[in-house]
């Protein structure tokens, strides 16, 4: 199937899957796809995309540039180096993966410098496996008063990545714990401020639905 056919059908599994479909963002994630993959993706009606490289992110968006397509926001979705911060401060719509307090206030300085504020989901570790990154729990809650001072970065939700198994209930726990501590800290830290939950990729976003996902990063179910 083509790309178009591809997010027609995500689409219509976000009305099947999710309880609220009207708040889910499909993020097609173009990692696969040269510039004109990500042309295609927005011919088919998606105009915000993720990337998670910085380097391939902004020779994509030099080439978009040069054509008329027309607004295209751009989500940070990897493992962010502070040193490159700079290059996607001035344009960046989302970065889903700040785990760390020098990467947050990394992007709060440059934001401030772009005269911006930066839209930021906290990536949190809640199947606690060694080789991911993001907060336990427990240091996020140490870490918050100090995430919220910053004042050119907007946080406005949280980030996961389920663990790579066929067992549908362990990731079901995962993303149902993500959702819950978005609950929790909507009460404690942010006055409800907190509404975006980015769960759920190719292999397991029919479940993120279900569990409330906002935004799904999907990639090789659209591109392969
Ligand atoms: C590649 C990637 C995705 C999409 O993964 P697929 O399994 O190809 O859908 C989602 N999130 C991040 C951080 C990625 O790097």
Redesign the pocket.
Known sequence: MGIRENILELKSEIEKYSPNPGVVTL?P?T??VDAHGVLEVVKAGCRVV?E?RVQALEEKRNILETLETGDIKWHF???LQKNKVKYIAPYIEMI??VNKISLAEEIDKRAKQNNRRIKVLLEVNISKEESKEGYSIERLYEELPNLLKFENIEICGL?T?APFTEEEKVVRKVFSDLKTLKDELNKTHFNGSLIEL?MG???D?KIALSEGATIL????????
Do not use: A, D, E
């Open positions: 993020l994630t990692k696969y993720g998670n979705i990897g493992n889903h993966s980030m990545m980015s990729m190719t292999n976003y990063r999907v990639g090789s179910k659209i591109f392969k």
